[in-house]
């Protein structure tokens, strides 16, 4: 029986999140992108809350215009941003079962350029 590509990335994400979890000293960069849009949030595992989100939705990088990547790289920023306001330096980066290539590399090209460090 064929597995679907999704099947493959969630199989792919399990073996991640078995490894990769966030505390509240480092808490998770969760990535998730569709075909249009791609998702940010920072999370802590512990209490099972996010800290921070930020998405290509955002009204400030929606008037953004240029290529997905570009756009994932702003919001790698936008969320390097808000973390460090919320006290948040140091991360766990969980690409969510993606290549780390492309829209999901930029992101976290961004993310670094904006001061966060994993």
């Not at 969630?10 to 966030?22: C, D």
């Not at 992108?33 to 099972?48: L, P």
């Not at 240029?66 to 690409?95: H, M, N, P, Y």
């Amino acid at each position: 029986m064929a597995l679907t590509k999704n099947e493959k990335r969630l199989r792919i994400k399990s073996r991640i999140r078995k490894v990769v979890s966030g505390t509240e000293a480092r808490p998770r960069l969760a990535v998730y992108r569709s075909n249009k849009e791609i998702y940010a949030q920072i999370i802590d595992d512990v209490t099972g809350k996010t800290i921070i989100a930020a998405s290509s939705r955002d009204k400030d990088i929606t008037s953004a215009k240029g290529t997905k990547s570009e756009i994932a790289t702003l919001v790698g920023k936008a969320i390097a941003e808000r973390a460090i306001k919320a006290g948040v330096d140091t991360i766990s980066f969980d690409r969510g079962g993606y290549q780390y290539h492309g829209r999901v590399k930029s992101l976290a090209e961004g993310a670094r350029e904006g001061g966060l460090k994993f």
